[in-house]
Protein backbone atom coordinates (compact mmCIF):
# COMPACT_ATOMS: atom_id res chain seq x y z
CA UNK A 1 0.00 0.00 0.00
CA UNK A 2 1.20 3.31 -0.58
CA UNK A 3 2.13 5.85 2.02
CA UNK A 4 -0.08 9.18 1.70
CA UNK A 5 1.82 10.60 5.23
CA UNK A 6 2.36 14.12 3.66
CA UNK A 7 4.18 17.50 6.07
CA UNK A 8 2.76 20.69 7.07
CA UNK A 9 4.97 23.30 7.36
CA UNK A 10 3.11 25.41 9.07
CA UNK A 11 3.47 23.29 12.27
CA UNK A 12 6.35 21.51 11.24
CA UNK A 13 4.89 18.31 11.22
CA UNK A 14 4.28 14.96 9.56
CA UNK A 15 0.70 13.88 9.91
CA UNK A 16 -0.37 9.99 7.97
CA UNK A 17 -1.64 6.89 9.14
CA UNK A 18 -0.54 4.09 11.54
CA UNK A 19 -0.43 1.92 8.09
CA UNK A 20 1.71 4.55 6.55
CA UNK A 21 5.56 3.74 6.27
CA UNK A 22 7.29 6.56 8.20
CA UNK A 23 9.99 8.41 6.30
CA UNK A 24 13.52 8.40 7.23
CA UNK A 25 15.34 11.23 5.51
CA UNK A 26 13.88 13.90 7.83
CA UNK A 27 15.84 15.66 10.53
CA UNK A 28 16.28 14.64 14.12
CA UNK A 29 13.91 15.51 16.60
CA UNK A 30 10.82 15.26 13.85
CA UNK A 31 7.32 14.54 14.93
CA UNK A 32 5.11 12.64 13.21
CA UNK A 33 1.34 12.44 13.97
CA UNK A 34 -0.83 9.44 13.49
CA UNK A 35 -4.49 10.85 12.01
CA UNK A 36 -6.14 7.51 12.88
CA UNK A 37 -4.96 7.17 16.22
CA UNK A 38 -3.96 10.14 17.30
CA UNK A 39 -0.34 8.78 18.43
CA UNK A 40 2.31 11.07 17.91
CA UNK A 41 5.88 10.06 17.23
CA UNK A 42 9.59 11.48 17.44
CA UNK A 43 12.45 10.68 15.49
CA UNK A 44 16.11 9.90 16.25
CA UNK A 45 18.13 10.33 13.27
CA UNK A 46 20.98 8.31 14.61
CA UNK A 47 19.15 5.29 14.74
CA UNK A 48 16.17 6.40 11.86
CA UNK A 49 13.56 4.78 14.00
CA UNK A 50 10.61 6.77 14.97
CA UNK A 51 9.37 6.28 18.99
CA UNK A 52 6.04 7.07 19.94
CA UNK A 53 5.23 9.97 22.84
CA UNK A 54 3.74 8.86 25.47
CA UNK A 55 0.77 10.94 26.90
CA UNK A 56 -0.11 9.07 30.12
CA UNK A 57 -2.83 9.99 32.79
CA UNK A 58 -1.72 9.76 36.46
CA UNK A 59 0.84 12.27 36.93
CA UNK A 60 -1.41 15.51 36.21
CA UNK A 61 -2.01 16.91 33.24
CA UNK A 62 0.78 18.96 31.48
CA UNK A 63 0.99 20.44 27.95
CA UNK A 64 3.08 22.39 26.24
CA UNK A 65 1.11 26.39 26.22
CA UNK A 66 3.21 28.14 23.61
CA UNK A 67 6.73 27.54 21.69
CA UNK A 68 8.11 30.55 20.18
CA UNK A 69 11.63 31.15 18.26
CA UNK A 70 13.58 34.89 18.11
CA UNK A 71 14.27 34.31 14.33
CA UNK A 72 12.84 32.16 11.80
CA UNK A 73 14.77 33.07 8.70
CA UNK A 74 18.62 34.34 9.11
CA UNK A 75 20.85 35.20 6.39
CA UNK A 76 23.17 33.08 4.85
CA UNK A 77 26.25 33.50 6.01
CA UNK A 78 25.75 34.77 9.55
CA UNK A 79 26.26 33.30 12.63
CA UNK A 80 23.14 33.95 15.09
CA UNK A 81 22.62 33.54 18.81
CA UNK A 82 18.78 31.59 18.62
CA UNK A 83 16.44 31.79 21.80
CA UNK A 84 13.85 29.39 21.84
CA UNK A 85 11.25 30.37 24.60
CA UNK A 86 8.10 28.23 26.07
CA UNK A 87 5.58 28.44 28.81
CA UNK A 88 3.87 25.19 30.45
CA UNK A 89 0.11 24.37 31.67
CA UNK A 90 1.23 22.06 34.39
CA UNK A 91 4.77 21.08 36.04
CA UNK A 92 7.41 19.10 34.37
CA UNK A 93 10.16 17.18 36.07
CA UNK A 94 12.42 17.47 33.46
CA UNK A 95 13.10 19.21 30.06
CA UNK A 96 14.88 18.55 27.32
CA UNK A 97 15.64 20.55 23.60
CA UNK A 98 17.04 17.94 21.29
CA UNK A 99 17.87 15.62 23.64
CA UNK A 100 19.67 17.73 25.94
CA UNK A 101 18.66 19.11 29.39
CA UNK A 102 17.34 22.53 29.76
CA UNK A 103 16.03 24.87 32.61
CA UNK A 104 13.46 27.71 32.96
CA UNK A 105 11.47 28.77 30.06
CA UNK A 106 13.89 29.97 27.69
CA UNK A 107 17.14 28.65 25.97
CA UNK A 108 20.04 30.82 23.83
CA UNK A 109 21.95 28.71 20.60
CA UNK A 110 24.90 30.44 20.25
CA UNK A 111 26.60 30.45 16.61
CA UNK A 112 24.23 28.68 14.85
CA UNK A 113 24.90 29.04 10.96
CA UNK A 114 22.05 26.43 9.47
CA UNK A 115 18.80 25.58 9.07
CA UNK A 116 18.16 23.76 12.20
CA UNK A 117 14.80 22.09 14.28
CA UNK A 118 14.34 22.65 18.10
CA UNK A 119 12.18 19.64 19.55
CA UNK A 120 11.05 20.40 23.27
CA UNK A 121 10.21 17.31 25.35
CA UNK A 122 8.65 18.11 28.70
CA UNK A 123 7.57 15.27 31.15
CA UNK A 124 6.50 14.99 34.44
CA UNK A 125 7.40 11.50 34.93
CA UNK A 126 3.95 9.38 33.67
CA UNK A 127 3.40 12.22 30.76
CA UNK A 128 5.70 13.32 27.87
CA UNK A 129 4.90 16.24 24.95
CA UNK A 130 6.90 17.74 22.41
CA UNK A 131 6.23 20.52 20.22
CA UNK A 132 9.12 22.03 17.36
CA UNK A 133 10.04 25.27 16.24
CA UNK A 134 12.85 26.19 13.38
CA UNK A 135 15.33 28.41 12.55
CA UNK A 136 15.90 28.55 8.11
CA UNK A 137 19.02 30.42 6.60
CA UNK A 138 18.31 32.03 3.07
CA UNK A 139 19.64 34.53 1.10
CA UNK A 140 18.36 37.96 -0.36
CA UNK A 141 15.86 38.46 -3.37
CA UNK A 142 16.59 41.49 -4.73
CA UNK A 143 13.83 44.21 -6.67
CA UNK A 144 13.15 47.24 -7.26
CA UNK A 145 14.29 49.78 -10.34
CA UNK A 146 17.45 50.48 -11.91
CA UNK A 147 18.89 52.09 -15.10
CA UNK A 148 21.33 49.02 -15.23
CA UNK A 149 22.63 45.74 -13.19
CA UNK A 150 25.50 47.18 -11.92
CA UNK A 151 24.21 47.28 -8.45
CA UNK A 152 21.94 45.00 -7.64
CA UNK A 153 22.48 44.61 -3.89
CA UNK A 154 21.48 48.11 -3.59
CA UNK A 155 17.43 47.69 -4.13
CA UNK A 156 15.12 46.23 -2.13
CA UNK A 157 14.89 42.94 -0.40
CA UNK A 158 13.66 40.01 1.48
CA UNK A 159 15.31 37.44 2.92
CA UNK A 160 13.83 33.94 1.29
CA UNK A 161 13.67 30.16 -0.27
CA UNK A 162 10.78 30.87 -2.23
CA UNK A 163 11.37 32.39 -5.39
CA UNK A 164 7.36 33.64 -5.98
CA UNK A 165 5.91 36.66 -4.60
CA UNK A 166 4.22 39.65 -6.15
CA UNK A 167 5.82 43.06 -5.61
CA UNK A 168 5.04 46.43 -6.47
CA UNK A 169 7.45 48.67 -8.03
CA UNK A 170 7.71 52.37 -9.41
CA UNK A 171 10.25 52.03 -12.67
CA UNK A 172 10.17 56.22 -13.65
CA UNK A 173 12.31 57.46 -16.70
CA UNK A 174 15.31 55.34 -18.11
CA UNK A 175 14.29 52.73 -15.19
CA UNK A 176 14.06 48.78 -15.86
CA UNK A 177 12.46 46.71 -13.15
CA UNK A 178 14.81 44.49 -12.17
CA UNK A 179 14.46 40.52 -10.15
CA UNK A 180 17.08 38.96 -8.84
CA UNK A 181 17.15 35.63 -7.06
CA UNK A 182 19.59 32.56 -6.20
CA UNK A 183 20.09 30.64 -9.14
CA UNK A 184 19.32 27.40 -6.49
CA UNK A 185 15.59 28.55 -6.53
CA UNK A 186 15.58 28.08 -10.50
CA UNK A 187 14.25 30.35 -13.18
CA UNK A 188 11.00 32.58 -12.88
CA UNK A 189 8.26 34.12 -15.31
CA UNK A 190 6.32 37.37 -14.75
CA UNK A 191 2.91 38.25 -15.03
CA UNK A 192 1.49 41.62 -15.28
CA UNK A 193 -2.31 42.11 -14.98
CA UNK A 194 -2.52 38.44 -15.95
CA UNK A 195 -0.12 39.25 -18.99
CA UNK A 196 2.92 36.79 -19.36
CA UNK A 197 6.38 37.89 -20.08
CA UNK A 198 7.56 41.11 -20.44
CA UNK A 199 11.06 40.79 -19.36
CA UNK A 200 14.27 39.58 -20.63
CA UNK A 201 16.62 36.35 -19.98
CA UNK A 202 18.50 36.72 -17.13
CA UNK A 203 22.15 37.42 -16.67
CA UNK A 204 23.91 35.45 -13.96
CA UNK A 205 26.27 37.47 -11.26
CA UNK A 206 27.98 36.90 -8.45
CA UNK A 207 26.16 38.64 -5.44
CA UNK A 208 27.99 38.40 -1.61
CA UNK A 209 25.52 39.54 1.13
CA UNK A 210 26.13 41.80 4.31
CA UNK A 211 27.47 38.49 6.09
CA UNK A 212 30.26 37.80 3.29
CA UNK A 213 28.05 35.43 1.66
CA UNK A 214 28.58 34.84 -1.91
CA UNK A 215 26.81 32.64 -4.40
CA UNK A 216 25.48 32.81 -7.97
CA UNK A 217 22.36 34.76 -8.94
CA UNK A 218 19.74 34.82 -11.79
CA UNK A 219 18.89 38.72 -12.57
CA UNK A 220 16.14 39.67 -14.56
CA UNK A 221 15.32 42.82 -16.35
CA UNK A 222 12.30 44.28 -17.54
CA UNK A 223 11.86 44.84 -21.30
CA UNK A 224 10.90 48.15 -21.49
CA UNK A 225 11.97 50.96 -19.27
CA UNK A 226 9.64 53.74 -17.81
CA UNK A 227 6.97 51.46 -16.68
CA UNK A 228 5.67 53.49 -13.98
CA UNK A 229 4.07 51.96 -10.60
CA UNK A 230 3.69 48.15 -11.55
CA UNK A 231 2.48 45.28 -9.77
CA UNK A 232 4.52 42.13 -11.31
CA UNK A 233 3.35 38.36 -10.24
CA UNK A 234 6.49 36.42 -9.83
CA UNK A 235 6.21 32.80 -10.43
CA UNK A 236 8.40 29.43 -10.81
CA UNK A 237 8.67 27.93 -13.81
Known amino acids: MMSQWFYDS ?115 GTTTVSESVSVDFANNIYYGAASDLTDVTSLDSVLSNDAERSVTVTAGSGEYIVYALPARLGEVDFFVSGFEGGFEEPVTQSLTNESGYAESYYVYRSTNANLGETIVDVRAL
Not at 27 to 51: M, Q, R
Not at 73 to 100: F, K, P, R, Y
Open 10 to 124: STQKFYGLSTDTKPTNCTNGSIFIELDTTKSYIFDASTTIWTEIQKQSGGGSLSISSLSISQEVCELGSSESITVSWTLDGTATSQEINGTSVTGTSKTFTNVQSATTYVLSVSN
